[in-house]
Every structure is written in structure tokens, then in C-alpha cells.
């Protein structure tokens, strides 16, 4: 089986394009993190990492290896909206997942249900659809932050009887 850096390598090819070091690192530094990362965090991780000191890796060289990372499948791009931009996570050698994103602290949950799968085939075959994939996102608020809203709720209540 072909490594990860193989497979891009092969990816950038069939585009006409070369696996520069910068490149190859890049995609080292997203596949060893295991959180949902902003192009901004992987550029300062980069940044911040000895290994990688002598290649000069810009901004603009991350972001745009990472659309090549997501357009290839090799990473996959999640919208938080809500000014809180783009996450990338990859995707290679991940059990499929869907997400729950906090609108109030931006933490994310990967969750997997295989009934809420099984249902999702259901429709795309009635539909006589072929998927290629797909993507759930559920927005909202986490456990953490909805008891915080409610404690603050309740407080605002006993203030507003005195």
C-alpha cells in the first residue's frame, strides 16, 4: 500500500504539479495532528516546529496545499461559519465521522452513528442517487456551555424577583 506522501505525490502528478518539500511537509504536519485545525494554526505549527526551520514555508504556501490536500481527499475542510473560518482534519485512514460544533466555544465532537448512516443510504437509494460522500455538521451548544447558559439564565431570574 502506497504511504500518504506517495499518494500525494501521485495526486500532484496527475496535475501537472511536483511534490516540493514544502509540500511534503505540510501534509507530515496535519497528519500528525489529531485536532480540527485553521490553515492559520497548521501554518504556526509549522512555523514553531524545528524540523521544519530551513524550508521557509509562507502562509500562502499552506494555504494553498491545503486546497490541493482537500480537493485530492487527503484532508477534509469543515465550515464552522459563524467567524470561526475553516477547520481541516485528515481524512486518510479515518473511520468515517460526522461533527458537532459549539456555536458558543467552538468545540467539535465527532460522533458516529450507524442508524442515522443507515437511514442517509436509505434516502440516497430511493432518490436512485449515487453519493460520493457526504458530510454531517450539527450546530449548537455543548453540554458544557448550554449548563453555563442555563446556571447564567437562572441566576438573571433569582436577581430579577429581589
Given at each position: 500500500?502506497?504511504?500518504?506522501?506517495e499518494r500525494?505525490?501521485?495526486?500532484?502528478h496527475?496535475?501537472?504539479?511536483?511534490?516540493?518539500?514544502?509540500?511534503?511537509e505540510?501534509?507530515?504536519?496535519?497528519?500528525?495532528?489529531?485536532?480540527?485545525?485553521?490553515?492559520?494554526?497548521?501554518?504556526?505549527?509549522?512555523r514553531?516546529?524545528?524540523r521544519?526551520?530551513?524550508?521557509?514555508?509562507?502562509?500562502?504556501?499552506?494555504?494553498?496545499?491545503?486546497?490541493l490536500?482537500?480537493?485530492?481527499?487527503f484532508?477534509?475542510?469543515l465550515?464552522?461559519?459563524?467567524?470561526?473560518?475553516?477547520?481541516?482534519?485528515?481524512?486518510?485512514?479515518h473511520e468515517h465521522?460526522?461533527?458537532?460544533?459549539?456555536?458558543?466555544?467552538?468545540k467539535?465532537?465527532?460522533?458516529?452513528?450507524?442508524?442515522?448512516e443507515r437511514?442517509?443510504?436509505?434516502?440516497?437509494?430511493?432518490?436512485?442517487?449515487?453519493?460520493s460522500s457526504h458530510q454531517?455538521?450539527?450546530?449548537?451548544?455543548?453540554?458544557?456551555?448550554?449548563?453555563?447558559?442555563?446556571?447564567?439564565g437562572?441566576?438573571e431570574?433569582d436577581?430579577?424577583?429581589?
Open positions: 500500500m502506497k504511504s500518504f506522501l500525494f505525490e501521485a495526486f500532484l496527475g496535475k501537472g504539479l511536483r511534490l516540493t518539500n514544502q509540500r511534503a505540510i501534509l507530515r504536519a496535519i497528519y500528525r495532528t489529531h485536532r480540527h485545525v485553521t490553515a492559520e494554526q497548521l501554518y504556526e505549527m509549522i514553531d516546529d524545528a521544519t526551520k530551513d524550508l521557509r514555508i509562507s502562509r500562502a504556501t499552506v494555504y494553498r496545499t491545503l486546497g490536500l482537500a480537493e485530492g481527499g484532508v477534509e475542510a465550515d464552522l461559519g459563524r467567524d470561526q473560518g475553516v477547520r481541516y482534519e485528515h481524512s486518510l485512514g465521522h460526522d461533527h458537532m460544533v459549539c456555536n458558543d466555544c467552538g467539535i465532537i465527532e460522533f458516529h452513528d450507524p442508524d442515522l437511514v442517509q443510504d436509505e434516502v440516497v437509494a430511493r432518490h436512485g442517487f449515487v453519493a454531517l455538521n450539527v450546530y449548537g451548544s455543548c453540554a458544557q456551555c448550554s449548563r453555563r447558559e442555563r446556571k447564567k437562572a441566576s431570574s436577581g430579577a424577583e429581589a
